[in-house]
């Protein structure tokens, strides 16, 4: 079994201060959480950028100021969204990959996403691979539902994708895949044997999918973006309160954690 890969989301694009008062929203915020988490065990920092106002943006020269602070404190993955917000247009979520980061998500088809559509058409999809093929950059592909691992096997049958794949199945979000554990189990079982994967659990899912996800040797990720509760009723003080966790379970089961040059490796990322 592979060591741990700990992925740290640590702003998203929905979430608020007014729901979760310790959400980092400039440059230098999210890159010292960055810093926190590398140092509980994350080796993959997931960042949705946000403006001066604390707006989700796709703007290049945020998530540039972003990288660039990140590198400064630590040798972490950094992992830009091509997702956004659910407004966001195609040529903004495009921006962050001008910036050639090592890792990029890539998601693979349209779902319902609260009372929003996050639309990913075929056309979407297809330029987002193959912009981050030429650029080297090694696709997450994001999996609401079940169809979109097709969709990603498709991008490899056209060239798009190059195996060994990895999926992040991001379960739990309300209108798409629920995040019970058969969920994950089946979605496992869908996907290529050589490939890697990370679940993200929303909200209550969070926990039990991650616990789950490491006794089967997959990954996981946690994070304000998902999940801003440490346990039921009780708000996490910082995005690393959730990193420590997973590094402590994973301990406890005897499964070590992954450095960033490790999950490099584990990850075929070169």
């Known amino acids: 079994?592979?060591?741990?890969?700990?992925?740290?989301?640590?702003?998203?694009?929905?979430?608020?201060?007014?729901?979760?008062?310790?959400?980092?929203l400039t440059?230098?915020?999210?890159?010292?959480?960055?810093?926190?988490?590398?140092?509980?065990?994350?080796?993959?920092?997931?960042?949705?950028?946000?403006?001066?106002?604390?707006?989700?943006?796709?703007?290049?020269?945020?998530?540039?100021?972003?990288?660039?602070?990140?590198?400064?404190?630590?040798?972490?993955?950094?992992?830009?969204?091509?997702g956004g917000a659910t407004w966001h247009s195609f040529e903004e979520r495009m921006q962050?990959?001008?910036?050639?980061?090592?890792?990029?998500?890539?998601?693979?088809?349209t779902s319902n996403f609260g009372d929003d559509i996050f639309i990913n058409t075929n056309e979407y999809i297809e330029k987002f691979?193959?912009?981050?093929?030429?650029?080297?950059?090694?696709?997450?592909?994001?999996v609401f539902e079940r169809g979109m691992i097709k969709n990603a096997l498709t991008l490899v049958k056209k060239a798009l994708l190059k195996p060994p794949l990895h999926f992040d199945f991001v379960l739990g979000v309300p209108g798409a895949c629920p995040g019970e554990i058969e969920d994950l189990v089946y979605m496992v079982s869908?996907?290529?044997?050589?490939?890697?994967?990370?679940?993200?659990?929303?909200?209550?899912?969070?926990?039990?999918?991650?616990m789950?996800?490491?006794?089967m040797g997959g990954h996981v990720r946690v994070g304000f973006e998902d999940n801003i509760y440490f346990k039921k009723g009780e708000k996490a003080k910082s995005n690393?309160?959730?990193?420590?966790?997973?590094?402590?379970?994973?301990?406890?089961?005897?499964?070590?954690?992954a450095t960033p040059d490790e999950a490099r490796k584990i990850l075929n990322i070169r």
């Open 240 to 257: 690393a309160q959730l990193v420590e966790r997973i590094a402590n379970l994973a301990k406890e089961y005897g499964r070590d954690i």
């Open 212 to 215: 789950h996800a490491i006794a």
């Open 27 to 82: 440059p230098e915020e999210i890159a010292e959480e960055a810093y926190n988490c590398y140092k509980a065990g994350a080796s993959i920092i997931h960042v949705h950028a946000r403006d001066e106002e604390g707006k989700p943006t796709q703007d290049y020269e945020y998530y540039k100021k972003i990288k660039e602070a990140i590198e400064n404190r630590c040798n972490v993955i950094f992992q830009p969204s091509t």
């Open 96 to 109: 962050p990959l001008r910036l050639n980061p090592e890792m990029a998500t890539l998601s693979a088809g």
């Open 129 to 142: 691979a193959e912009e981050m093929l030429k650029r080297n950059v090694k696709p997450e592909i994001e």
């Open 1 to 24: 079994m592979d060591k741990l890969i700990i992925t740290a989301a640590v702003t998203g694009a929905e979430v608020t201060r007014d729901l979760q008062p310790n959400l980092p």
């Open 190 to 210: 869908k996907i290529p044997s050589d490939s890697t994967w990370t679940v993200a659990g929303i909200g209550r899912y969070e926990l039990p999918l991650a």
